[in-house]
C-alpha cells in the first residue's frame, strides 16, 4: 500500500523558516517525480514545487521562488521541503503528492499525504 | 501561465441526478495533460481522470472526462450520496506551474 506522511508543520513567526519532510513507503521511492502542493484555509489547490527522480528541480510557483528549497533522499524514501522567509499568506496544508505521469514531468498525482499544517502568524 | 475557469462555483443537486462539471484554460492545454480531482472535506484529494478523459484506478465508470483544447468536462453519470464533494480540475500541458481551477461545489439539495 502506498502511503505518504507528512511532518514538520507548526507555527512560525513571520521571516521564520520550517523544514516539511515526507516519509514515502509501499512504492519504489527512487523511480517516480514527487511535489508539494498547498492548500490555503478554504481555498483551491496551489503547486507549490516538484523533483524529479533523480533530485533534478521541476520548477518552483512564482509565489514560493527563492524562498523554497525542494529536495529529496532516496536512501531515506523521503521528500523535503525547507521554507524560508515565511509570509503570512504561506499559511496552509502541505501535502506531499507523488507524480503519477510517464512521459511529463511534472504531471498529475495519483497518491497525496493526508498534510501538514503550516500556520504564519506573529 | 494557464489559469483554469471553473463554473459553476456551487452545484446543488439529487442523489441520481447527471451532473457535468466544467474546465476553461485561458491557452491550449497542450496533449489534453488535463487531470480531474475530488476532495471531500477534511481529506487529501483523489485522482479521478487524467489524460483529460482515463479513468485512474479504481474509479467507477460513472465518472467521464472529456475534451480538448481550452474546453473540458467532467460527468458524473448518476449521482450517488458519496460523490458529494469540491472537483478540482488541473493542467499539466505546461509547467512550471502546474495550475489548478477553482473548484466546484457538489452539495446536495
Known amino acids: 500500500e502506498v502511503q505518504l506522511v507528512e511532518s514538520g508543520g507548526g507555527m512560525v513567526r513571520p521571516g521564520g523558516s520550517l523544514r516539511l519532510s515526507c516519509a514515502a513507503s509501499g512504492f519504489s521511492f527512487e523511480d517516480y517525480a514527487m511535489s508539494w502542493v498547498r492548500q490555503a484555509p478554504g481555498k483551491a489547490l496551489e503547486w507549490v514545487s516538484g523533483?524529479?527522480?533523480?533530485?533534478?528541480?521541476?520548477g518552483y510557483a512564482d509565489s514560493v521562488k527563492g524562498r523554497f528549497t525542494i529536495s529529496r533522499d532516496n536512501a531515506k524514501n523521503s521528500l523535503y521541503l525547507q521554507m524560508n522567509s515565511l509570509r503570512a499568506e504561506d499559511t496552509a496544508l502541505y501535502y506531499c503528492?507523488?507524480?503519477?505521469?510517464?512521459?511529463?514531468?511534472?504531471?498529475?498525482?495519483?497518491?497525496w499525504g493526508q498534510g501538514a499544517l503550516v500556520t504564519v502568524s506573529s | 501561465e494557464i489559469v483554469l475557469t471553473q463554473s459553476p462555483g456551487t452545484l446543488s443537486l439529487s442523489p441520481g441526478e447527471r451532473v457535468t462539471l466544467s474546465c476553461r484554460a485561458s491557452q491550449s492545454v497542450s496533449s489534453s495533460y488535463l487531470a480531474w480531482y475530488q476532495q471531500k472535506p477534511g481529506q487529501a484529494p483523489r485522482l479521478l481522470i487524467y489524460?483529460?478523459?482515463r479513468r485512474a484506478t479504481g474509479i467507477p465508470d460513472r465518472f467521464s472526462g472529456s475534451g480538448s483544447g481550452t474546453d473540458f468536462t467532467l460527468t458524473i453519470r448518476r449521482l450517488e450520496p458519496e460523490d458529494f464533494a469540491v472537483y478540482y480540475c488541473?493542467?499539466?500541458?505546461?509547467?512550471?506551474?502546474?495550475?489548478f481551477g477553482g473548484g466546484t461545489k457538489v452539495d446536495i439539495k
Open positions: 489524460d483529460a478523459s
Open positions: 488541473q493542467q499539466y500541458g505546461s509547467s512550471p506551474p502546474l495550475t
Open positions: 503528492a507523488r507524480d503519477g505521469g510517464l512521459v511529463v514531468e511534472p504531471a498529475y498525482f495519483d497518491y
Open positions: 523533483i524529479k527522480w533523480n533530485g533534478g528541480s521541476l
